[in-house]
C-alpha cells in the first residue's frame, strides 16, 4: 500500500544520508571492496552507489524492492544473531518509495546485468544489459513526490557536509574497502582500502591527527575495545571527533562518548575536545540496535558499568603516554 509505505519511507529516509548509509551498508553487506558515492547538489538531485558486491540475481532484483525483503535473515530470532549491518528489509524500498531509482546489477553467475527503474515505488521499465559484476544505485529527486519532506531538507552544503562525515566514518570503519567521494564531479576523497586504520585516518583527517594516536586495545567484561585515542596533545586541536563502531556499525551512544569526554578532562583539565576510533566487539544480545529505525542510537545492557569501567581504563591509558 503506497500511503504506508511513504510513512515508513519517514523513519529511514528523512535525508540524503540516510540513503547514502543505508545503500553504503548494502554494499559493505554484499562483500564490496570497492564502494564509489556519487552525489549532485547535497545528494537532493542525485546519489550514485557504485560497489563490486555480489550483486543481485535477476530472478531476485523485483524482490529486493519489497517492503520486509531481505536476504539476511530467515527468523526473529536471527535479529539478535545477524553481524550484517541490514536485517529490515526496508531501506530499498522506503527509498525508491520517495524518489526515482535506478538499479544496475550483477552476480558473477551472469552472463548479463539487470537494469530497473522505479519512479514514486512503481516499477517503469526492466531490461537485460551488459554490465560488470556489482551493483550501481542511482537515486535521483529525492523527495519529488513528498514536498512537505523536501522542504525539510537543509541547504546543499549543510545536506553535504553530513554526507562527507558519514562516508568518513565508514572509510575509517572499513579501512580493507577502497571509498571513493565525488561531489558535484570533483573527487573529495579516496581511501586506500589497504586494511591501515592510522593511513585511513590520515587520508581523511589529516597528519596532525593521524601522528598523534595511541593504540587502544582492551577488554572490559565480555567487550572487545580496541582502535586508536588522541595522545595528550589533543588539547592544542579545536576538533573533536569520536568514532564509534560496534560490530561494524557507525553508532552514537551517550553513556560511551561521556566516558570518553570525562576521561580526558580528568587528565588534562583544559582538554575541550577528545578525538577517538573505537571499535567494540560485543555479543549482539548485549546491544540493542534496534531503538532507532535508522540503528544510529544503540543501548547496551548496562550503561553504568561500561561508563565507569570505561572511562578508567582510558585514564590509565592517557596517563601513561603523558609521562
Ligand atoms: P536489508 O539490508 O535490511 O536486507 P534492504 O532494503 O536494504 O534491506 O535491501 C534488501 C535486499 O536487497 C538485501 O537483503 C540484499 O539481498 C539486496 N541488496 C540491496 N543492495 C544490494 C547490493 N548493493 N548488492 C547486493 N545485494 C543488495
Ligand atoms: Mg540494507
Same mark, same amino acid.
Given at each position: 500500500?503506497?500511503?504506508?509505505?511513504?510513512?515508513?519511507?519517514?523513519?529511514?529516509?528523512?535525508?540524503?544520508? $540516510?540513503?547514502?548509509?543505508?545503500?553504503?551498508?548494502?554494499?559493505?553487506?554484499?562483500?564490496?571492496?570497492?564502494?564509489?558515492?556519487?552525489?549532485?547538489?547535497?545528494?537532493?538531485?542525485?546519489?550514485?552507489?557504485?560497489?563490486?558486491?555480489?550483486?543481485? @540475481? /535477476? /530472478?531476485?532484483?523485483?524482490?529486493?524492492?519489497?517492503? =520486509?525483503?531481505? $536476504?539476511? *535473515?530467515?527468523?526473529?530470532? @536471527?535479529? %539478535?544473531?545477524?553481524?550484517?549491518?541490514?536485517?529490515?528489509?526496508?531501506?530499498?524500498? $522506503?527509498?525508491?518509495?520517495?524518489?526515482? #531509482?535506478?538499479?544496475?546489477?550483477?552476480?558473477?553467475?551472469?552472463?548479463?546485468?539487470?537494469?530497473?527503474?522505479?519512479?514514486?515505488?512503481?516499477?517503469? !521499465?526492466?531490461?537485460?544489459?551488459?554490465?560488470?559484476?556489482?551493483?550501481?544505485?542511482?537515486? /535521483?529527486?529525492?523527495?519529488?513526490?513528498?514536498?512537505?519532506?523536501?522542504?525539510?531538507?537543509?541547504?546543499?552544503?549543510?545536506?553535504?557536509?553530513?554526507?562527507?562525515? *558519514?562516508?568518513?566514518?565508514?572509510?575509517?570503519?572499513?579501512? +580493507?574497502?577502497?571509498?571513493?567521494?565525488?561531489?558535484?564531479?570533483?573527487?573529495?576523497?579516496?581511501?586506500?582500502? @589497504?586494511?591501515?586504520?592510522?593511513?585511513?585516518? &590520515?587520508?581523511?583527517?589529516?597528519? @596532525?591527527? /593521524?601522528?598523534?594516536?595511541?593504540?587502544?586495545?582492551?577488554?572490559?567484561?565480555?567487550? &572487545?575495545?580496541?582502535?586508536?585515542?588522541?595522545?595528550? $596533545?589533543? %588539547?592544542?586541536?579545536?576538533?573533536?571527533?569520536?568514532?564509534?563502531?560496534?560490530?561494524?556499525?557507525? #553508532?552514537?551512544?551517550?553513556?560511551?562518548?561521556? !566516558?570518553?569526554?570525562?576521561?580526558?578532562?580528568?587528565?588534562?583539565?583544559?582538554?575541550?575536545?577528545?578525538?577517538?576510533?573505537?571499535?567494540?566487539?560485543?555479543?549482539?544480545? +548485549?546491544?540493542?540496535?534496534?531503538?532507532?529505525?535508522?540503528?544510529?542510537?544503540?543501548?547496551?545492557?548496562?550503561? =553504568?558499568?561500561? %561508563?565507569?569501567?570505561?572511562?578508567?581504563?582510558?585514564?590509565?591509558?592517557?596517563?601513561?603516554?603523558?609521562?
Amino acid at each position: 500500500d503506497f500511503t504506508i509505505n511513504k510513512i515508513a519511507a519517514g523513519e529511514v529516509v528523512e535525508r540524503p544520508v $540516510s540513503v547514502i548509509k543505508e545503500l553504503i551498508e548494502n554494499s559493505i553487506d554484499a562483500g564490496a571492496t570497492r564502494i564509489i558515492v556519487e552525489i549532485q547538489e547535497g545528494g537532493k538531485k542525485l546519489i550514485r552507489i557504485t560497489d563490486n558486491g555480489c550483486g543481485i @540475481d /535477476s /530472478s531476485e532484483a523485483e524482490k529486493a524492492f519489497l517492503r =520486509h525483503a531481505t $536476504s539476511k *535473515i530467515k527468523s526473529i530470532e @536471527d535479529l %539478535y544473531k545477524t553481524f550484517s549491518l541490514g536485517f529490515r528489509g526496508e531501506a530499498l524500498s $522506503s527509498i525508491l518509495s520517495v524518489s526515482k #531509482v535506478q538499479i544496475v546489477t550483477k552476480t558473477a553467475c551472469e552472463k548479463a546485468g539487470t537494469k530497473l527503474s522505479y519512479e514514486a515505488g512503481k516499477l517503469i !521499465s526492466r531490461e537485460a544489459v551488459g554490465t560488470v559484476n556489482g551493483t550501481t544505485i542511482i537515486v /535521483s529527486d529525492l523527495f519529488f513526490n513528498v514536498p512537505a519532506r523536501k522542504k525539510f531538507l537543509k541547504s546543499d552544503r549543510s545536506e553535504t557536509i553530513q554526507i562527507s562525515d *558519514i562516508i568518513n566514518k565508514f572509510s575509517v570503519g572499513y579501512p +580493507d574497502i577502497k571509498f571513493e567521494y565525488i561531489n558535484n564531479k570533483k573527487e573529495m576523497f579516496s581511501s586506500i582500502g @589497504d586494511g591501515d586504520v592510522t593511513n585511513c585516518i &590520515r587520508a581523511v583527517h589529516g597528519k @596532525d591527527i /593521524s601522528q598523534n594516536l595511541i593504540q587502544v586495545d582492551m577488554e572490559i567484561r565480555d567487550m &572487545r575495545i580496541w582502535g586508536y585515542i588522541s595522545n595528550t $596533545s589533543v %588539547y592544542r586541536n579545536n576538533k573533536s571527533l569520536q568514532y564509534v563502531y560496534i560490530n561494524g556499525r557507525t #553508532v552514537r551512544n551517550y553513556a560511551l562518548s561521556n !566516558s570518553i569526554n570525562e576521561a580526558y578532562k580528568s587528565i588534562i583539565p583544559l582538554n575541550k575536545h577528545s578525538i577517538c576510533f573505537l571499535n567494540i566487539n560485543i555479543d549482539p544480545k +548485549d546491544v540493542d540496535v534496534n531503538i532507532h529505525p535508522a540503528k544510529l542510537e544503540v543501548k547496551f545492557k548496562d550503561e =553504568h558499568m561500561l %561508563y565507569k569501567e570505561f572511562k578508567s581504563a582510558l585514564e590509565g591509558i592517557l596517563l601513561k603516554s603523558n609521562i
